[in-house]
């Protein structure tokens, strides 16, 4: 009987870890366009785009932030074409509420707050409360170091409060 030494395909190994992540994947791209299709075009994109790097890749070690970081490239990407207001859609998913306890309009707010800051100071927060990553993980999606993720993240942060009271998202 002839055994076959069954080492796993790049795509086999490809598809594997991406079946781990791809809820995440798709959360983090639904952050940034608040619609379940044009998320998903976002995923499947991404995910082709990783693939077709996917043999370049050194270290295993960093696939999720590495697809992640895609995910983020490909939205903002994706918004830039499209260049029109996104909506959201009728019912609000469990995973974009961290607010616990706050009324529907104060989450509103909070929203139309988020959706007037840039796509890339979006990503901080995105990353930090949608995504629950710590800021040495969103620095190594972001590839910056984990002061500048910081001093960035609280920057935005105070952008976000002034808006809230204020009512518009001033620049820097």
Known sequence: MI?????????EEFSEKITVIQNKLYR????????????????SEAVYKGFIAYGKMESMTYFDSWMSRIVINTAIDHIRRNQRVTYMEDHVQEFVAPERGASLEEKMDLYDALDRLIPKERAYIILKFFGNMRFREIAEVL?????????KFYRIINKLKMDLIEGEVGDL
């Open 28 to 43: 983090l791209a639904y952050c940034y366009v608040k619609n379940e299709q044009e998320a998903l075009d976002i995923v």
């Open 3 to 11: 055994r076959l030494n069954h080492r796993k395909t790049k795509e």
């Open 143 to 151: 590839s910056l170091s984990e002061n500048t993720v910081k001093s």
